[in-house]
């Protein structure tokens, strides 16, 4: 089986916003990748790898869209044990949702995978849109915001449990299909390849590049495409129009009573 | 306690490596030519993931659940398995070493960076694996093939952990007075039966690895006494089954007591017995007689890694009390006008005195930070330049400010710490508070792998004035090249210039200091060597601090965003704050070592 992971980087979310020329000033940001598509990744070694063996039952490769030499969160997933690695290079002014939604598209078609796994969304525009489009453009099932994940090899089917207002809903996709995940799909008994034993506990969270993974991730390849290379157009179809800090809130104030509370509730707030 | 405390700041990092001490020069070396900037940071970002988000939390919770001592057996805390799990897998324990024993050869200057992002999360559970990894580096360094073969790569593979078992009850910073001995046993040429006592062996006994190494200093009967005889051993808790090499059997080292201490509770110290049964074994590392020789190996590294400890330490304790005083209000500003002043209570961090201790502390941790990059980089070029003329000075540069970096962290590092406590005012001093827990882990890092008074006469006494003071001339070349290099920024001539008068008064006193030692007056020489460990490492700071202040302007004539600007002028200020107040104490340090001011010597024995 080959796994397709989309990774990206986006600006330290824990930074302070930065704004200019009407829009948000990244050139001093510092570049870190976007947590859910660690999670992504994570999911794939699971489902790929055989706990404690060398064994592999899937190829993961992840892919990128950025510019060629700002890559270095793919060599961080390259460290945490994926198997190679696809850049799209482009730079972000040159992409958006519908853009991203075809290359990947594009590469999932040219590698032939039989599943491909995203974040549910990027911290930093929290679009949730390139699961579903990809999966529409694929014309494959999709299961979103995935929070464990079962594979039966022999029916080639994934049964994905998913978070719901009213409980969990599990949603059986035949492969191939394209899935998205959400925070919890990295606690230690969320992932099933059906091979390594179900009462497996694995680390809570995403694993981290290793040392050891650091090195071997310099001698694993990594082929370098363009937009034109896979017949993608840049953006157009979206316009960004302004981005503003939002105004800040007004102060707290202590009232001196229950019915001052009252009153302004009432009057001032309009709530009651 | 506020909100995610960063530990160790990502850029302050990245700012000393890559701006003020250029570490990727070291990758034109051929030790780390495949060496770079991406894998630097990929590797400092996984140490300072693994700090922030399983060392840390468990931080607090490891000091009020320590190890406990049940039927002769330490039962650690019941995580710390998994944590030193997730330490070898980052590859801390092999970071530095070559390939050809597992390891990465990353420079010093990237694995001690790599460990003050851990210790910095939890010294204790730190210790574990490094402990292994200087006990390894030993084993590694001069044991024999047989002996690698049989510990070394289980050590470095993370299913075995190693001790230092160096201190005696009766015998601690004096070891020239241990009392373990070892005795040959028929046959077995070197294996030996170990029969002693030794204590404040941090990490001696737990349960979530197979075996415990402990390198153990000991006298083979019929050495001499002293330092002279006394032979370095691995002496495994568990022995390989004689023809059954898989197979372990018990090696007759007993743990006889738990130390219950102040803070580090996350790693356990004790008390361990050898040989009771007389059936402990231990195998020679190395040549005999050369124990303490070859134990300094470990102790140098463990000492640099004490400064680095206390210097995390510092910065944790720092940036919780920089984001309490930003969050918590009280009071008004000293200058807001009387009478009609309806204006709220303000930050803390408006007041006047809060910034002055932020600032020392800043200056503090900061300082010390850039200095343990200084010395692992003369570590990494005194182990690998090609040239020997560079080795051999960058050999005299780190021995003399081995000491200087161990002692400065950890008496100043308690300072910062304390300051950090302060700012949280009565909260400070409550349990519900971290700084209280960081100033009880700080305080052991002036006492252990030398105290502060063993580091000032191994400096006075010894690194400054050895082969005619040709350390501290070589340090004199290297400091003036930074001053004129710093001089060419118009505001830090004010700074130069204190700086080389200060270089100028250390060299003058070291001469005259040395010169009485020479003349037979020892304690003349010595009697204040605390007070001239302070003034060097007061210059030495201040050194680092021009070297930092000399990077930011070069970073401030350029176009910079606000936020950027002001971290350089930040640093630029705590420079001149270093040396306008700490080093401008150095004239009165100096009085004191030269006129050898005697009040605690004759205090008569009956007075006190």
Not at chain 2, 205 to 221: E, Y
Not at chain 2, 317 to 345: F, K, M, N
Not at chain 2, 500 to 513: A, F, M, P, S
């Amino acid at each position: 089986m080959k796994i397709l992971v989309t990774v990206k980087r986006i600006p330290d979310p824990d930074e302070s916003l930065k704004f200019a020329g009407g829009g948000l000033d990244t050139s001093s940001s510092k570049w870190v990748p976007n947590a859910f598509d660690e999670y992504a990744v994570e999911t794939a070694l699971r489902l790929a790898e055989v706990a404690g063996k060398r064994d592999r039952l899937a190829e993961v490769i992840v892919m990128s869209i950025c510019p060629a030499k700002q890559r270095q969160h793919v060599t961080q997933f390259l460290a945490m044990g994926a198997d190679r690695g696809v850049v799209v290079d482009a730079d972000d002014s040159e992409l958006d949702t519908i853009a991203v939604s075809k290359a990947i598209a594009a590469v999932a078609k040219s590698e032939g995978v039989d599943l491909t796994i995203v974040g549910k969304l990027s911290q930093d525009n929290e679009g949730n849109q390139v699961a579903q489009r990809v999966a529409g453009l694929l014309n494959v099932p999709q299961a979103g915001f995935a929070a464990t994940v079962k594979w039966d090899k022999n029916a080639g089917t994934l049964d994905v449990g998913r978070e719901v207002d009213d409980g969990v809903e599990h949603k059986l996709v035949p492969l191939p299909a394209v899935v998205s995940v959400d925070l919890r799909v990295v606690l230690p008994t969320s992932i099933k390849n059906g091979v390594t034993a179900d009462s497996h506990k694995y680390q809570e969270g995403p694993r981290l590049a290793s040392l050891r993974g650091i090195t071997m991730a310099k001698r694993k390849k990594v082929k370098v495409l363009k937009l034109s290379d896979i017949g993608v157009s840049s953006a157009g179809s979206e316009q960004v129009v302004a981005v503003a800090p939002p105004p800040a809130r007004p102060s707290g104030q202590i009232v001196g009573s229950v019915e001052e509370l009252h009153e302004k509730l009432a009057k001032e707030a309009k709530v009651l | 306690m506020t909100g995610s405390n960063p530990l160790v700041r990502d850029r302050d990092v990245d700012f000393l490596l890559y701006e003020v001490h250029n570490v990727l020069d070291l990758c034109k070396l051929p030790a780390f030519a495949e060496h770079g900037r991406e894998t630097f940071d990929l590797f400092l970002r996984s140490a300072a993931k693994l700090a922030r988000d399983s060392l840390f939390p468990l931080f607090r919770e490891m000091d009020e659940q320590p190890a406990r001592l049940v039927d002769g057996r330490v039962h650690e805390h019941p995580k710390m398995g998994e944590l030193y799990a997730r330490m070898v897998e980052l590859g801390i324990v092999t970071a530095g070493r070559p390939e050809e024993v597992g390891g990465a050869q990353l420079p010093s200057c990237i694995t001690s960076m790599a460990y003050l992002y851990l210790m910095a999360g939890n010294g204790g559970a730190v210790g574990y694996p490094l402990l292994t990894a200087g006990a390894g580096h030993l084993i590694e360094s001069f044991g024999s093939d047989a002996l690698r073969e049989l510990f070394l790569e289980r050590m470095y593979g993370g299913s075995w952990s190693g001790t230092m078992a160096l201190t005696e009850p009766q015998a601690g910073s004096s070891l020239g007075d241990i009392t373990t001995s070892a005795s040959p046993i028929e046959g077995r040429e070197d294996v030996y039966r170990i029969k002693g006592n030794k204590i404040f062996i941090s990490g001696g006994d737990h349960q979530f690895l197979d075996n415990i190494v402990h390198l153990t200093l000991a006298r083979r009967v019929g050495d001499p006494a002293g330092v002279k005889g006394i032979s370095l051993f691995a002496v495994p808790r568990m022995r390989p089954v004689a023809g059954a090499p898989e197979q372990l059997e018990f090696n007759d080292v007993h743990t006889s007591q738990l130390v219950h201490k102040i803070g580090w509770k996350g790693l356990a110290s004790l008390g361990l017995s050898y040989g009771e049964n007389e059936d402990c074994r231990g195998w020679l590392v190395g040549k005999p007689c050369q124990g303490l020789r070859y134990m300094f190996q470990m102790m140098n590294e463990a000492r640099l890694l004490v400064g680095a400890n206390a210097t995390a330490t510092a910065s944790a304790a720092y940036h919780e009390s920089l984001a309490y005083a930003r969050v918590r209000t009280q009071g008004r500003r000293l200058d807001r006008r009387t009478g009609a002043d309806s204006s709220g209570p303000v930050a803390l961090i408006e007041h006047p005195d809060v910034r002055r201790m932020l600032l020392r502390q800043k200056a503090i941790v900061e300082g010390s930070m850039s200095l343990i990059v200084a010395s692992a980089r003369y570590a990494d070029l005194a182990e690998h330049h090609e040239d020997p003329a560079r080795r051999e000075q960058a050999r005299l540069l780190l021995d003399m400010l081995t000491p200087v970096t161990k002692s400065f962290a950890a008496e100043r590092g308690f300072e910062s710490t304390s300051l950090a406590l302060q700012i949280h005012g009565g909260y400070g001093y409550s349990s519900e508070y971290l700084p209280e827990l960081w100033m009880r882990e700080q305080r052991l890092n002036s006492i252990h792998e030398g105290t502060t008074a063993i580091h000032s006469l191994d400096l006075l006494g010894r690194k400054v004035v050895a082969k005619g003071g040709q350390a501290l001339m070589t340090l004199a070349g290297v400091i003036g090249a930074d001053i004129q290099a710093a001089h060419q920024h118009g505001e830090l001539v004010e700074l130069c210039e204190a700086v080389t008068h200060e270089l100028e008064r250390t060299g003058k006193l070291t001469q005259v200091l040395g010169a009485r030692g020479l003349g037979g007056d020892v304690i003349g020489m010595l009697a204040h060597s605390v007070d001239y460990l302070t003034l060097f490492s007061n210059l030495v700071v201040a050194w680092q601090w021009l070297r930092i202040a000399g990077a930011s302007c070069k970073a401030l004539q350029g176009p910079l965003a606000d936020e950027r600007r002001a971290y350089y002028q930040a640093k630029v200020e705590a420079a001149r704050y270093w040396i306008r107040t700490e080093l401008a104490d150095n004239a009165r340090l100096a009085k004191l070592c030269e006129s050898a001011e005697d009040s605690y010597l004759k205090v008569p024995d009956a007075g006190w």
